[in-house]
């Protein structure tokens, strides 16, 4: 048998102890995890937990495997969102297929299970624009997804906004651009798989009353055209304007979820020609910004949620000292002060059901709450108390991410 | 159901290196056209241009008699079977098979007629009425075709649908496949790499090089009369062997005797200082095991065997001979182009499973030299095609083909009665012409 992983290694190395040569589908129960939030496969998926990580096994031919590691590994590179591949085991005895390792997405949801709670907090009409956003992403990098379904996403929330990852690149090609056919083409694929979806969601009395498939289904190449006109249209306006109008198209462009790249502005006596280069990585200043101070790894919505909090701390800290904070001092002492005690006040049996940072904004969402209804400030803490006894029980346990559940004793 | 015709397709990328160099093909309605060829070759490109998932850069795509270039590819209505394979396990059978009508807003009793009809030929009546959890693979991959046949499309294409299959359903499916087009009659674009698929699926096989049409032929055709080197080598396992060769006046001489030509092939090949003989491994035999009528037709020559392999019904000796450097060259080439792992200077020769002939001995063999054909080294020319012989043997097919389809409409196999009529032919390489009689069913 033959090992292909991407350094970091130590996941891989951790695994190696696996049964490799059996079937995935005759290993031991005791070794695997059942995981919930997963869609529908047609080949054999077995998930594992490692040293507290929660790792995806799938069996299929090798050259598809070998297809599917590259292509994982690229859209990781570039910020792309997909899960994070770790590797393939080949040369399998007995002429087995090869099996492909991704990461688990944490804290990741399925449609079914978005789809089949009446009380959802997110729509219908959130879900797909979560899923054409995706989509868009993925056209403008060039890349023809085969099959785009809402088995083949997994959903995360971001401070209660949700974004939509790539699960599943088994039939997905890489060009240096998509032809309006090829892309036009993956939207009627998409268009069709997530209306049988839906439609089987329905057969199993899984989908809310007042959903019709057809329409949901038949609302995916509307949202799509939109979305892309919005995304790659040039402009042409009067030379006067061009100050706002540029402005504006580049905040019209991050509300959307997008980053732009490089702007291309041409003048002539009839006016200004004005052409955006939207970045294919979802955004990630605040990702970003938030790492360095923090060492905190979150999503964007979330990190500039909890950026926002850190400098109204710093604000706080420098009016109390009456002397200048620098940033790193005020990172360091958020964490400890701010952050760090609400996500240790979690009880033990509310883990793992939504990520900590969401958590964290779920305490601001309740202090806002709580301090409007009250007239006056509650604070952090008790804000925290209260979410954690009325609020965070409400969130379903089969929401629990699996290394949580893995590290249980 | 529809004809396609591809007028001086070319398609060209930014690199300016032309993927589909000036190719013009006529499938004539409901027939089973395999494109083929080794990777690289454009096929695959070919075919995403008959869906429109490529932009044309020149030439004419026509469909049904309508030039497509320009439609996106819901507007041509073809239907790229085993494209979704998922099975929904909340819905029955019949709603996996009619969801595309479905979601499409087909009227009730119109799904149901369409659905019935399907799973009458895909035999999975009995079926219907089950939720897909239990379905065996041949049974899901049935589904899957269901789901292309309830669409009315004007073709069917395939796209090495059978490449990631295991070696026992892959058989299955082939013959699955094939039933299947010929029931329904349907047009049918078949890509594969796999020269045995080619082989055993179509009506006529497109053989592609580098962008260009080689030959488009019977399976027989292209067997018994390739039109070059590369279709002789590219068609047939074991490959057809090539054997450096220099013409005495009627004679051939080669590294396994002298073979002898009649006056017409000799004149064919001369004035050409060196040939290249092509001789199929089943052309051979052991000399002691050949019938005395035979004995004259061929020649029959004596060489060491490297290695015999038994397979029970039937059997193999390798036999290595000595080439010229600038044939061992380019027979190397021609190998890494058709992607194959096979030494050149080394024949493969099929013997009675019953010889004695021992490794690392010498022996007799006797080969058939009524058979072999000659090849240019320089242009890969076959310079002893028979043109006529090989159009016989693709007009007997397309008769094959049109007695099939009727057999199976008089037997009531059919979807739709309306849906299958002949003939449509087709003939030698040069393409198809002709009534095509098979017109859209029902509901159109």
Same mark, same amino acid.
């Given at each position: 048998?033959?090992?292909?992983?991407?350094?970091?290694?130590?996941?891989?190395?951790?695994?190696?102890? =696996?049964?490799?040569?059996?079937?995935?589908?005759?290993?031991?129960?005791?070794?695997?995890?059942?995981?919930?939030?997963?869609?529908?496969?047609?080949?054999?998926?077995?998930?594992?937990?490692?040293?507290?990580?929660?790792?995806?096994?799938?069996?299929?031919?090798?050259?598809?495997?070998?297809?599917?590691?590259?292509?994982?590994?690229?859209?990781?590179?570039?910020?792309?969102?997909?899960?994070?591949? =770790?590797?393939?085991?080949?040369?399998?005895?007995?002429?087995?297929?090869?099996?492909?390792?991704?990461?688990?997405?944490?804290?990741?949801?399925?449609?079914?299970?978005?789809?089949?709670?009446?009380?959802?907090?997110?729509?219908?009409?959130?879900?797909?624009?979560?899923?054409?956003?995706?989509?868009?992403?993925?056209?403008?990098?060039?890349?023809?997804?085969?099959?785009?379904?809402?088995?083949?996403?997994?959903?995360?929330?971001?401070?209660?906004?949700?974004?939509?990852?790539?699960?599943?690149?088994?039939?997905?090609?890489?060009?240096?651009?998509?032809?309006?056919?090829?892309?036009?083409?993956?939207?009627?694929?998409?268009?069709?798989?997530?209306?049988?979806?839906?439609?089987?969601?329905?057969?199993?009395?899984?989908?809310?009353?007042?959903?019709?498939?057809?329409?949901?289904?038949?609302?995916?190449?509307?949202?799509?055209?939109?979305?892309?006109?919005?995304?790659?249209?040039?402009?042409?306006?009067?030379?006067?304007?061009?100050?706002?109008?540029?402005?504006?198209?580049?905040?019209?462009?991050?509300?959307?979820?997008?980053?732009?790249?490089?702007?291309?502005?041409?003048?002539?006596?009839?006016?200004?020609?004005?052409?955006?280069?939207?970045?294919?990585?979802?955004?990630?200043?605040?990702?970003?910004?938030?790492?360095?101070?923090?060492?905190?790894?979150?999503?964007?919505?979330?990190?500039?949620?909890?950026?926002?909090?850190?400098?109204?701390?710093?604000?706080?800290?420098?009016?109390?000292?009456?002397?200048?904070?620098?940033?790193?001092?005020?990172?360091?002492?958020?964490?400890?002060?701010?952050?760090?005690?609400?996500?240790?006040?979690?009880?033990?049996?509310?883990?793992?059901?939504?990520?900590?940072?969401?958590?964290?904004?779920?305490?601001?969402?309740?202090?806002?709450?709580?301090?409007?209804?009250?007239?006056?400030?509650?604070?952090?803490?008790?804000?925290?108390?209260?979410?954690?006894?009325?609020?965070?029980?409400?969130?379903?346990?089969?929401?629990?991410?699996?290394?949580?559940?893995?590290?249980?004793? | +159901?529809?004809?396609?015709?591809?007028?001086?397709?070319?398609?060209?990328?930014?690199?300016?290196?032309?993927?589909?160099?000036?190719?013009?093909?006529? *499938?004539?309605?409901?027939?089973? +056209?395999?494109? %083929?060829?080794?990777?690289?070759?454009?096929?695959?490109?070919?075919?995403?241009?008959?869906?429109?998932?490529?932009?044309?850069?020149?030439? @004419?795509?026509?469909?049904?008699?309508?030039?497509?270039?320009?439609?996106?590819?819901?507007?041509?209505?073809?239907?790229?079977?085993?494209?979704?394979?998922?099975?929904?396990?909340?819905?029955?059978?019949?709603?996996? *098979?009619?969801?595309?009508?479905?979601?499409?807003?087909?009227?009730?009793?119109?799904?149901?007629?369409?659905?019935?009809?399907?799973? @009458?030929?895909?035999?999975?009546?009995?079926?219907?009425?089950?939720?897909?959890?239990?379905?065996?693979?041949?049974?899901?991959?049935? %589904?899957?075709?269901?789901?292309?046949?309830?669409?009315?499309?004007?073709?069917?294409?395939?796209?090495?649908?059978?490449?990631?299959?295991?070696?026992?359903?892959?058989?299955? +499916?082939?013959?699955?496949?094939?039933?299947?087009?010929?029931?329904?009659?349907? #047009?049918?674009?078949?890509?594969?790499?796999?020269?045995?698929?080619?082989?055993?699926?179509?009506?006529?096989?497109?053989?592609?090089?580098?962008?260009? *049409?080689?030959?488009?032929?019977?399976?027989?055709?292209?067997?018994?009369?390739?039109?070059?080197?590369?279709?002789?080598?590219?068609?047939?396992?074991?490959?057809?062997?090539?054997?450096?060769?220099?013409?005495?006046?009627?004679?051939?001489?080669?590294?396994?005797?002298?073979?002898?030509?009649?006056?017409?092939?000799?004149?064919?090949?001369?004035?050409?200082?060196?040939?290249?003989?092509?001789?199929?491994?089943?052309?051979?035999?052991?000399?002691?095991?050949?019938?005395?009528?035979?004995?004259?037709?061929?020649?029959?020559?004596?060489?060491?065997?490297?290695?015999?392999?038994?397979?029970?019904?039937?059997?193999?000796?390798?036999?290595?001979?000595?080439?010229?450097?600038?044939?061992?060259?380019?027979?190397?080439?021609?190998?890494?182009?058709?992607?194959?792992?096979?030494?050149?200077?080394?024949?493969?020769?099929?013997?009675?499973?019953?010889?004695? *002939?021992?490794?690392?001995?010498?022996?007799?063999?006797?080969?058939?030299?009524?058979?072999?054909?000659?090849?240019?080294?320089? #242009?890969?020319?076959?310079?002893?095609?028979?043109?006529?012989?090989?159009?016989?043997?693709?007009?007997?097919?397309?008769?094959?083909?049109?007695?099939?389809?009727?057999?199976?409409?008089?037997?009531?196999?059919?979807?739709?009665?309306?849906?299958?009529?002949?003939?449509?032919?087709?003939?030698?390489?040069?393409?198809?012409?002709?009534?095509?009689?098979?017109?859209?069913?029902?509901?159109?």
């Amino acid at each position: 048998m033959r090992y292909l992983f991407r350094p970091p290694g130590t996941d891989g190395a951790s695994l190696l102890a =696996l049964p490799w040569h059996q079937p995935l589908e005759e290993w031991d129960p005791d070794l695997l995890l059942e995981v919930p939030q997963r869609g529908i496969s047609r080949h054999v998926v077995r998930f594992v937990a490692e040293q507290g990580r929660v790792f995806a096994l799938k069996e299929i031919a090798e050259s598809l495997a070998r297809h599917e590691y590259a292509l994982l590994g690229d859209f990781e590179a570039e910020g792309l969102p997909a899960v994070s591949v =770790l590797g393939i085991c080949v040369d399998r005895p007995g002429g087995q297929d090869a099996i492909l390792v991704t990461r688990y997405l944490e804290y990741s949801m399925s449609y079914r299970y978005l789809f089949s709670r009446p009380s959802a907090r997110q729509s219908v009409d959130q879900l797909m624009d979560t899923l054409v956003v995706l989509l868009v992403r993925l056209h403008l990098a060039g890349v023809f997804w085969g099959d785009c379904s809402l088995s083949n996403t997994l959903f995360r929330l971001d401070a209660g906004a949700l974004a939509a990852h790539l699960v599943d690149a088994e039939t997905a090609e890489r060009h240096p651009t998509l032809s309006r056919g090829q892309r036009h083409y993956d939207l009627d694929l998409a268009r069709e798989r997530v209306g049988a979806e839906m439609l089987d969601l329905q057969f199993g009395d899984l989908l809310p009353a007042g959903v019709d498939p057809i329409e949901v289904a038949d609302s995916l190449p509307v949202r799509y055209e939109r979305l892309w006109e919005e995304v790659t249209r040039e402009e042409v306006f009067r030379a006067d304007e061009q100050r706002y109008r540029v402005a504006e198209r580049l905040r019209r462009l991050n509300d959307l979820g997008f980053d732009v790249g490089e702007v291309e502005l041409v003048t002539s006596d009839e006016g200004a020609r004005l052409r955006v280069e939207t970045r294919v990585s979802s955004p990630g200043q605040h990702r970003r910004e938030l790492m360095r101070l923090t060492g905190l790894e979150v999503q964007e919505n979330q990190a500039r949620r909890l950026l926002n909090d850190l400098r109204t701390f710093r604000a706080w800290l420098e009016q109390k000292t009456g002397a200048p904070v620098s940033e790193a001092v005020a990172g360091i002492r958020w964490l400890a002060e701010v952050y760090q005690p609400v996500i240790d006040a979690i009880p033990p049996d509310l883990a793992g059901r939504l990520a900590p940072a969401e958590v964290f904004h779920e305490v601001l969402e309740h202090r806002w709450f709580l301090s409007e209804r009250e007239g006056r400030d509650v604070g952090t803490t008790r804000a925290a108390r209260s979410y954690f006894s009325t609020v965070l029980p409400r969130t379903p346990p089969e929401l629990t991410t699996p290394s949580v559940i893995a590290k249980r004793p | +159901m529809a004809s396609i015709e591809m007028r001086n397709i070319v398609k060209q990328y930014g690199d300016g290196y032309p993927a589909v160099n000036d190719v013009s093909l006529d *499938i004539a309605d409901g027939e089973f +056209m395999i494109l %083929v060829g080794p990777s690289g070759c454009g096929k695959s490109t070919l075919l995403r241009m008959i869906v429109g998932l490529e932009d044309i850069t020149s030439g @004419d795509m026509v469909i049904g008699g309508k030039r497509v270039n320009d439609l996106a590819p819901r507007e041509r209505n073809l239907s790229m079977v085993f494209q979704n394979y998922a099975l929904y396990p909340h819905m029955t059978v019949f709603e996996n *098979i009619a969801f595309p009508l479905r979601l499409s807003k087909t009227p009730d009793d119109e799904v149901r007629r369409r659905v019935n009809e399907a799973s @009458d030929v895909l035999e999975l009546k009995e079926h219907l009425e089950r939720k897909p959890a239990n379905l065996s693979g041949g049974q899901r991959q049935r %589904v899957a075709m269901g789901r292309a046949i309830v669409r009315q499309a004007e073709a069917f294409l395939f796209d090495e649908p059978l490449s990631n299959l295991d070696a026992k359903l892959r058989g299955q +499916m082939r013959t699955e496949i094939s039933r299947l087009q010929r029931r329904l009659g349907i #047009t049918t674009v078949y890509v594969t790499h796999d020269q045995t698929e080619a082989m055993t699926l179509g009506d006529r096989v497109c053989v592609l090089r580098k962008g260009k *049409i080689q030959q488009v032929a019977s399976p027989r055709e292209l067997y018994e009369q390739p039109v070059n080197l590369f279709v002789a080598g590219f068609i047939g396992s074991p490959p057809m062997n090539f054997l450096p060769a220099t013409l005495e006046g009627t004679t051939l001489q080669t590294p396994f005797g002298a073979i002898a030509l009649d006056e017409q092939r000799a004149a064919a090949v001369r004035g050409r200082e060196l040939l290249l003989v092509g001789i199929r491994p089943e052309y051979f035999e052991d000399a002691s095991l050949v019938d005395e009528v035979k004995r004259p037709v061929g020649s029959v020559f004596r060489a060491r065997v490297d290695v015999t392999e038994w397979l029970g019904d039937s059997q193999y000796a390798y036999i290595p001979y000595e080439a010229p450097e600038a044939i061992t060259a380019q027979l190397r080439d021609l190998s890494r182009e058709l992607d194959s792992e096979e030494l050149r200077t080394q024949a493969i020769v099929s013997i009675d499973s019953t010889s004695r *002939i021992r490794e690392g001995r010498d022996a007799e063999f006797w080969l058939d030299s009524r058979k072999i054909h000659v090849f240019d080294p320089q #242009t890969g020319e076959n310079l002893t095609r028979d043109a006529e012989a090989g159009a016989r043997l693709t007009q007997m097919a397309t008769e094959d083909r049109v007695e099939q389809v009727e057999h199976a409409q008089a037997t009531g196999q059919t979807v739709g009665s309306s849906m299958l009529s002949g003939p449509s032919g087709s003939s030698g390489t040069s393409g198809t012409s002709g009534p095509s009689g098979a017109h859209r069913s029902g509901a159109a």
